[in-house]
């Protein structure tokens, strides 16, 4: 099973990204993805995260309007397309599947990903 977070860098404060996460190992429909970040010196929280079929999609509130989840299933890869990125946007982004339905606790989500960085400047 593997989670391969990619697309992650530096942008400047008001720019985009777009963040894949790209799954081999187990039945890719089957499972709800999430995204989480850890700033530094900060817990791991929760960003999005959409269900298998990717009808739904559920938002933290900092993020909410401005990034963007979705799925491809043929491509087996999770999106996260950020805009109007801030400074407290900066962290390691992780993708997380959970056989079941999509949650934000991290504590549930039965694989993880390596973590890709994004770095806004300002």
């Known amino acids: 099973v593997q989670l391969q977070a990619s697309g992650g860098g530096l942008v400047q404060a008001g720019g985009s990204l777009r963040l894949s996460c790209t799954i081999s190992?187990?039945?890719?429909?089957?499972?709800?993805i999430g995204w989480f970040r850890q700033a530094p010196g900060k817990e791991r929280e929760f960003v999005a995260t959409?269900?298998?079929?990717?009808?739904?999609?559920y938002y933290a509130d900092s993020v909410l309007g401005r990034f963007a989840i979705s799925r491809d299933n043929a491509k087996n890869t999770v999106y996260l397309q950020m805009n109007s990125l801030e400074l407290e946007d900066t962290a390691v982004y992780y993708c997380?599947?959970?056989?079941?339905?999509?949650?934000?606790?991290?504590?549930?989500?039965?694989?993880w990903g390596q973590g890709t960085l994004v770095t806004v400047s300002s």
């Open positions: 997380a599947a959970i056989s079941a339905s999509p949650t934000s606790d991290a504590n549930e989500y039965d694989y």
């Open positions: 190992g187990f039945e890719f429909d089957d499972y709800a």
């Open positions: 959409v269900s298998w079929t990717g009808t739904n999609t």
